[in-house]
């Protein structure tokens, strides 16, 4: 049974890339938020539908709280993004003083977003056969080098941010994911050490999923992203580089490991992807 949210959401998908060109108001300007929880909705009931279960149907709070620590996420990024000017906005005029909410409400379906998207690969079984070919030890001082190399992949980008930007998207899976490895958290440390590769392809796919529908729907939009890019700015699919479209695969481990770091610190794990 395919769940009437599911029906909702196709049909703001469907109101928002036709307002792409009619450019109702406010509906215009607050695109990012409204198609993004449809898209949530449409993969959700997708999920819900080929599982029996999903996320909003049966652990509301669970995708809430991925709601909080996305714009929490974002934001990190943000400030990240501020010496370096990697990514910048336009179009905002429009929203007045309210453009830190439509931010924070945008930021906010990321994480969601992913974790429905990856939910729904791992649901057609794309990726259940894959498996690396023998399992792997997992020693303290490879964890240290992980930990290491991403404290350099943090610090790099300060100091030589026109060589070094890309390190970004490593830094905090480096950093984190070790740590939820070693507090028996969901890691993909663990799954590599396992030797199961579903989790990792799944969320690798997602990331990519994910970066390309980002970008279309941006493409369209009137608030708006745009990148300054050094050496790599050329051959742009929307407003995207294309060698840019590669940082999305880094970006999905990132997002794995910060999600399931921060929420470690609240509440204790649940089955969701691992």
Partial sequence: MFRKYGLLGILVIIFVEINFFLK?????NWYFPIIWTGYILV??????KLRKRSLLSNSPYQLLGMFIIS????????????PLQNW???????????KDIFATLSFSTVLPAFFE???LI?????????????????????????????????????FIPKFAFPLVWLSFFLILDPINYLHKQPSIVKHLKD????IPLSLL??????GFFWEFWNYWAIPKWTYDVPFIGFFKIFEMPILGYLGYFPFAFELYAMYWFIRSLFVHKEHLLE
């Fill in 205 to 210: 796919l997602a990331g990519i999923t994910l």
């Fill in 195 to 198: 030797g199961k590769l579903v």
């Fill in 43 to 48: 993969i959700d009931a997708l999920v819900y």
């Fill in 117 to 119: 998207t990856a939910e």
């Fill in 24 to 28: 109702i108001q406010p509906f215009a």
């Fill in 71 to 82: 714009a929490l996420i974002w934001w990190i990024f943000e400030f990240i993004n501020m």
């Fill in 88 to 98: 910048s906005y336009l179009g905002l005029e429009g929203l007045g003083a309210l």
């Fill in 122 to 158: 791992r649901s057609i079984h794309l990726f259940d056969a894959k498996k690396l070919k023998r399992t792997h030890k997992i020693s303290k001082n490879f964890l240290h080098g992980m930990m290491g190399g991403g404290a350099i992949c943090f610090v790099a980008p300060i």
